[in-house]
């Protein structure tokens, strides 16, 4: 005798409703979800162009003299030194131009891996497709990398930081204080992995002439930045105990800080040698300028290490906000490195200026002019596509 499946048909039904139930569940939460995301951009306040204006800050007396004064101070330093602008040049005219060429190249194809490792960064901080946010093209990103860029060598204080944020807000509308986030981690991560190249470059490359007391603080300073790596895991690993003992008052930016910066640091094997891979371009386009002009004698290894050292210790002084783009800071402590290399010949002073020169022009010079032409293009793109949103 034939009997129907009572157990089946008498799941379907409550599966069904189970069914039902999860579907409105999720529907509510994405709601929520949403409510929460348009309560946060109408809490945030957006930054505007005015505020970001780099004509007013350019022309901004706290742009002007502190750069007046240092440039002042590099002329009369270049002047006791004995600098001579003719036979600086003529040096600079025999340089390899094949070797210019190629720093010039390894310094651009910077520009593409730091927008590779800022999408990864952005990725790891929730902006990606799973969350329903869709980033701007690849191209798009190293457009806006390269933006930045020209804002920090046009006003001081570093703002172009900022401007990458106001950017990618600009194209997708996500937060720009989280997304702000996550330029201070990598911004962190660059100085790790910087510190930690320039130290080795410095032991390589002056091991011979180096006194025991900067050794040791050299270790120490590696030391710290190890610890400092530890410290941002444990952070990470520990946050939820950590918000319970931080005041209330100060929770909401502890869990936005963790979001933006902390929440950034995962992927961290492919971060680091992303990073590697910046710093390493940044060495190697002072070391295609050494070898354009000769400048440092003594074996491969050696060579390699002190350009490494000279080209790290120029991003290092970049990030004193002074002036913008470190100009005159970054020239004058050039130099004292590169002197630490050059033998002492009547000439010295005036091959070092060449190689500052020749430096500047492509890691200053040239993001001023293509820099300003992307950034007419690209605020033009912006402008035109203003009124269709309003």
Not at 20 to 48: F, M, R, V, Y
Not at 56 to 70: D, F, I, Q, S
Not at 227 to 254: C, E, S, T
Not at 295 to 301: E, F, H, Q, T
């Amino acid at each position: 005798m034939f009997t129907p499946d009572t157990k089946n048909s008498s799941v379907s039904p409550g599966e069904d409703n189970r069914a039902d139930t999860i579907e409105q569940k999720k529907a509510e939460l994405l709601q929520q979800k949403l409510h929460i995301e348009n309560i946060d951009k109408q809490e945030e306040p957006e930054i505007t162009r005015e505020q970001l204006s780099l004509g007013k800050r350019l022309l901004n007396w706290r742009t002007l003299v502190p750069l007046a004064v240092v440039i002042c101070a590099l002329l009369y330093i270049a002047r006791s030194a004995n600098v001579n602008p003719q036979q600086t040049w003529s040096i600079i005219r025999t340089a390899n131009i094949f070797f210019f060429l190629a720093a010039f190249l390894i310094y651009y194809a910077s520009f593409p891996i730091r927008a590779l490792r800022w999408r990864l960064l952005l990725e790891n901080a929730g902006f990606n497709k799973a969350n329903g946010v869709q980033l701007p093209g690849f191209w798009k990103l190293v457009e806006i990398v390269y933006i930045s860029f020209f804002a920090n060598v046009v006003v001081p204080a570093r703002l172009g930081e900022v401007y990458r944020a106001y950017l990618l807000r600009q194209e997708t509308g996500l937060s720009a204080s989280r997304s702000f986030g996550t330029v201070l981690a990598e911004r962190l991560l660059d100085l790790i992995i910087l510190v930690l190249l320039l130290v080795t470059a410095i032991m390589i490359s002056l091991h011979e002439n180096l006194p025991p007391e900067l050794l040791l603080g050299l270790k120490i300073t590696i030391a710290l930045v190890i610890a400092g790596v530890i410290g941002l895991f444990a952070l990470r690993l520990m946050r939820d105990r950590v918000a319970k003992i931080i005041p209330a008052r100060f929770r909401d930016q502890y869990n936005h800080f963790q979001e933006g910066t902390l929440g950034s640091f995962r992927r961290l094997p492919a971060l680091t040698g992303l990073t590697v891979a910046v710093w390493a371009c940044e060495s190697l386009r002072f070391y295609f300028i050494a070898l354009a002009l000769n400048l440092i004698s003594g074996n491969p290894l050696h060579v390699a290490a002190a350009a490494c050292f000279i080209g790290l210790g120029e991003a290092l002084l970049t990030i004193i906000p002074f002036t913008a783009g470190g100009v005159g800071l970054v020239e004058a402590g050039m130099a004292a490195m590169i002197l630490l290399f050059n033998p002492a010949t009547p000439n010295a002073a005036n091959l070092s200026a060449a190689a500052v020169a020749l430096d500047r022009t492509i890691s200053l010079l040239s993001i001023w002019v293509i820099g300003f032409i992307i950034f007419l293009i690209a605020f033009g793109r912006q402008t035109a596509r203003t009124p269709k949103k309003s």
